[in-house]
């Protein structure tokens, strides 16, 4: 890597009752490690499955809950997911939801960020917090917790958009300095952005950019297996593979986790001021380019 480049740096620590951000200072890295970031609900276990068969080959059965851990959520403890992941010996394939500043970033990494729509987003984090189970919560709220616990889902969707919305985030954390955060590194040689609505239109396209981001080479002949491994629909079949726990967590198990994997839910029922007020926060906080990015995975050409 070109020692002229500023990498960035860790400047803070974040705690809540899913970040113990403090792991990432003992972490020691190898050649070639994957990062795959986002926000939380943007295809984050997606990527996850891509980059999971790029490099097992195209099995089938890759657990990838297992063997790609969110590295910062504070359970289990540091110490357990540390000797977890220094005892893999095939490229390791980490998760984090960490903005930049929050990670110690390394020039020996691969970094894929992935984004979807706030609105989106939030659609699949509400089901995600309505579905999870007492389990979830007691592992979440229990011994270690720094700062607020998370509390119960109390409102529907709607108000829970917009008390999100209003509070930055709230009962998680900011999807603004998360995506403002990867947007400025975004031109990094070992940085990547992927948009969950490119996904969705070219699955295939887009896993051939992120194996030639990440070096991997797969034939035009074992390609298709590759793809099918990657549909919503093989993932939601393998579902206990990819959930947390195996799904343990959730109320209906690993499919509540692997849920709907569609864009759009919000439209039939956000106001038009709903829409407005999270159109102008996103401008106001990200830019035109990046706001119009988060959006739609395009950029402007002009």
Same mark, same amino acid.
């Given at each position: 890597?070109?020692?002229?480049?500023?990498?960035?740096?860790?400047?803070?620590?974040?705690?809540?009752?899913?970040?113990?951000?403090?792991?990432?200072?003992?972490?020691?890295?190898?050649?070639?490690?994957?990062?795959?970031?986002?926000?939380?609900?943007? @295809?984050?276990?997606?990527?996850?499955?891509?980059?999971?068969?790029?490099?097992?080959?195209?099995?089938?059965?890759?657990?990838?809950?297992?063997?790609?851990?969110?590295?910062?959520?504070?359970?289990?403890?540091?110490?357990?997911?540390?000797?977890?992941?220094?005892?893999?010996?095939?490229?390791?394939?980490? =998760?984090?939801?960490?903005?930049? &500043?929050?990670?110690?970033?390394?020039?020996?990494?691969?970094?894929?960020?992935?984004? %979807?729509?706030?609105?989106?987003?939030?659609?699949?984090?509400? +089901?995600?917090?309505?579905?999870?189970?007492?389990?979830?919560?007691?592992?979440? /709220?229990?011994?270690?917790?720094?700062?607020?616990?998370?509390?119960?889902?109390?409102?529907?969707? !709607?108000?829970?958009? %917009?008390?999100?919305?209003?509070?930055?985030?709230?009962?998680?954390?900011?999807?603004?300095? +998360? !995506?403002?955060?990867?947007?400025?590194?975004?031109?990094?040689? /070992?940085? %990547?952005?992927?948009?969950?609505?490119?996904? =969705?239109? /070219?699955?295939?396209?887009?896993? %051939?950019?992120?194996?030639?981001?990440?070096?991997?080479?797969?034939? &035009?002949?074992?390609?298709?297996?590759? !793809?099918?491994? $990657?549909?919503?629909?093989?993932?939601?079949?393998?579902?206990?593979?990819?959930?947390?726990?195996?799904? @343990?967590?959730?109320?209906?198990?690993?499919?509540?986790?692997?849920? =709907?994997?569609? /864009?759009?839910?919000?439209? &039939?029922?956000?106001?038009?001021?709903?829409?407005?007020?999270?159109?102008?926060?996103?401008?106001?906080?990200?830019?035109?380019? $990046?706001?119009?990015?988060?959006?739609?995975?395009?950029?402007?050409?002009?």
């Amino acid at each position: 890597m070109d020692s002229k480049i500023a990498w960035p740096r860790k400047t803070r620590e974040m705690h809540s009752h899913h970040f113990d951000s403090t792991i990432w200072n003992d972490f020691r890295f190898r050649d070639n490690d994957v990062v795959v970031a986002s926000y939380g609900k943007a @295809g984050t276990t997606w990527m996850q499955q891509i980059v999971g068969q790029l490099i097992f080959r195209g099995e089938e059965n890759v657990p990838v809950s297992e063997l790609s851990p969110w590295l910062d959520l504070r359970i289990p403890p540091k110490h357990v997911k540390l000797e977890a992941v220094g005892a893999q010996t095939h490229r390791r394939f980490i =998760k984090t939801h960490l903005p930049v &500043d929050a990670l110690l970033f390394s020039p020996r990494a691969k970094y894929i960020y992935v984004a %979807r729509d706030g609105r989106d987003i939030l659609w699949s984090l509400y +089901n995600h917090h309505a579905k999870a189970n007492e389990k979830w919560y007691e592992a979440l /709220n229990g011994p270690g917790l720094v700062g607020e616990p998370i509390p119960r889902v109390d409102l529907d969707v !709607v108000p829970y958009f %917009r008390r999100w919305l209003e509070r930055d985030g709230y009962p998680f954390w900011s999807l603004w300095e +998360n !995506v403002r955060s990867w947007w400025a590194v975004r031109d990094l040689p /070992n940085v %990547r952005l992927v948009h969950y609505a490119n996904l =969705k239109q /070219n699955l295939s396209g887009e896993m %051939r950019r992120v194996a030639d981001f990440l070096g991997i080479q797969v034939s &035009d002949a074992e390609w298709p297996k590759f !793809v099918e491994h $990657c549909t919503f629909d093989f993932m939601k079949t393998h579902a206990a593979n990819a959930a947390p726990l195996g799904g @343990g967590i959730f109320e209906g198990g690993a499919g509540s986790f692997i849920f =709907k994997g569609t /864009n759009g839910r919000w439209r &039939d029922q956000l106001t038009d001021t709903d829409i407005a007020a999270y159109e102008a926060r996103a401008l106001a906080e990200l830019g035109p380019e $990046c706001a119009q990015w988060l959006a739609t995975g395009e950029t402007s050409t002009a």
